[in-house]
């Protein structure tokens, strides 16, 4: 048996978040703070740079080596982990599995349901061990069972196959692609919470790209294409809740320039730019207003990984969006996406994530909504084989041209415990509110989960 390298993180289930609220005053604070970050911390890299701190061997080699840094469960990870080695390739199957216990499995705001949840989770990941070029691959199938509503047990899942070809040192083409059979959660903005059964789709992603790196200097370019198809539900009583108007092509062009300040820093430009095609557009009948629309990004920021400091990257800028459909408005705003660990000490990892952009809708008469994130994340390696997590979270979607305005505020715990170098189980507690607002407001809701899982690396 041998350790995987970049074996997926044992346990960690950090939260996504929705929603900030577009204008005022908040959205600056954090346009603000989230530059104020940036520019601390690339001027903290460039004075360790120039204070004389040894590059190692690997770091000569490029100006963008980012692993100085091991998170608290990047370590419990990577002690854990094993891989099975044939031929050219590593074999990673891993099996989870929990036992969960919902108070309110239909997100509703009255005559909340309880149930007992198992759920099985068995995984694959491929990787090649070549000295150049890569070749990966991963199977996973999700099977939720419910206890006493047998209608909500869902099975999923996914197959994945990326690569990198590389053409000279620094330079190298990568791409992939992803099939899922997926199920849109009860909580989710559209029809989920009054559908019979939970809302199946399937998805499909692609991507190839291009990176170029020369000194100080890096150059990415990538073309992104995903497909969603929903099916159809039936809703509580009866009637048909058509998903079709939701089936959509996203195609999505980024362009990307790095600088780097410092071995463990650059400052970067990102632009992107996404369209959207819905399958079905007025006057058909099943489509009431004409979702298409195109848009783009432009963001300036930092990244970085500052040895026993922090690691991450902070990007700032603005955000547009135009509808074919002279109905919605066009929106646009800030642009905020941000992902920062700091390292107090080595026992314990705090961090800090905040996104701010532009989404498809899944309501009827919305063809967008602005959403974002906000998380504080903490790790505790309370001993070598224990870690004590505690997360919070808030979250804001704001639904275009139409009255609605939902708010959400979490917050869990949990204890993992790493039995043995191939077993770990986690105990947890994970609360969600939501207040939706508005003419076109959704149900309010609350809901508290306790859950104890397990994983097994055979």
């Known amino acids: 048996m041998i350790a995987a390298p970049g074996a997926a993180i044992g346990f960690q289930n950090h939260m996504r978040l929705d929603g900030l609220q577009k204008g005022g005053e908040l959205e600056k604070l954090v346009l603000n703070t989230a530059a104020l970050v940036a520019s601390v911390l690339c001027l903290g890299a460039a004075a360790e ?8 061997e690997a770091d000569a080699g490029t100006m963008y080596q980012r692993n100085r840094n091991l998170s608290v469960m990047d370590r419990a990870s990577l002690q854990n982990a094993s891989a099975y080695q044939h031929g050219a390739f590593l074999f990673s199957p891993e099996l989870r599995g929990s036992i969960e216990f919902n108070d309110n499995i239909f997100a509703t705001s009255s005559n909340e349901e309880t149930d007992v949840i198992l759920e099985v989770n068995p995984t694959l990941g491929i990787q090649s061990t070549w000295s150049r070029h890569a070749l990966t691959a991963d199977l996973s199938a999700t099977q939720r069972e419910y206890m006493d509503f047998g209608d909500e047990s869902v099975f999923n899942y996914s197959a994945g196959v990326g690569g990198r070809l590389d053409v000279v040192r620094g330079t190298w083409f990568d791409g992939g692609l992803r099939y899922s ?6 909580t989710s903005a559209g029809a989920a919470g009054q559908a019979a059964k939970p809302i199946e789709y399937d998805q499909f992603d692609s991507f190839v790209g291009f990176n170029r790196e020369f000194g100080r200097y890096r150059a990415e370019a990538k073309a992104e294409f995903s497909n969603f198809d929903y099916d159809d539900s039936v809703l509580f009583g009866g009637a ?17 320039g790095d600088y780097a300040v410092s071995p463990d820093t650059s400052w970067f430009v990102r632009a992107s730019y996404e369209e959207e095609s819905y399958d079905l557009s ?3 009948p099943d489509a009431p207003i ?7 990004t432009a963001q300036v920021g930092a990244d970085f990984d500052i040895r026993h400091i922090a690691r991450g990257e902070v990007g700032v800028g603005y955000t547009t969006r135009d509808y074919d459909d002279p109905s919605q ?21 705090v961090g800090v994530s905040a996104s701010r952009s532009i989404e498809a809708s899944a309501v009827a008469g919305s063809a967008g909504r602005t959403n974002s994130a906000l998380e504080l994340v903490v790790d505790h390696e309370l001993r070598r084989d224990v870690v004590l ?15 609605r305005t939902d708010e959400r505020f979490g917050g869990s715990v949990s204890v993992s415990y790493f039995w043995t170098e191939n077993v770990g189980v986690r105990a947890g507690y994970a609360y969600t509110e939501q207040d939706s607002s508005g003419a076109a407001g959704n149900q309010d809701y609350t809901r508290n989960v306790v859950s104890v899982s397990f994983v097994i690396r055979p």
Do not use: C, H, K
């Open 49 to 56: 740079a120039q204070s004389g701190v040894a590059m190692s």
């Open 181 to 186: 059979d997926n199920t849109e959660p009860r």
């Open 240 to 256: 048909v809740a058509d998903q079709d108007f939701r089936d959509r092509d996203d195609t999505t062009l980024t362009v990307r």
């Open 282 to 284: 007025p006057p058909d």
């Open 290 to 296: 004409d979702r298409d629309s195109s848009g783009y």
């Open 329 to 349: 408005e066009t929106e646009e705003g800030a642009s905020v996406s941000a992902a920062v660990d700091w390292f107090p000490t080595q026992l314990t990892t």
């Open 389 to 403: 997590t505690a997360a919070v979270n808030w979250g804001q979607d704001d639904y275009n041209s139409i009255d």
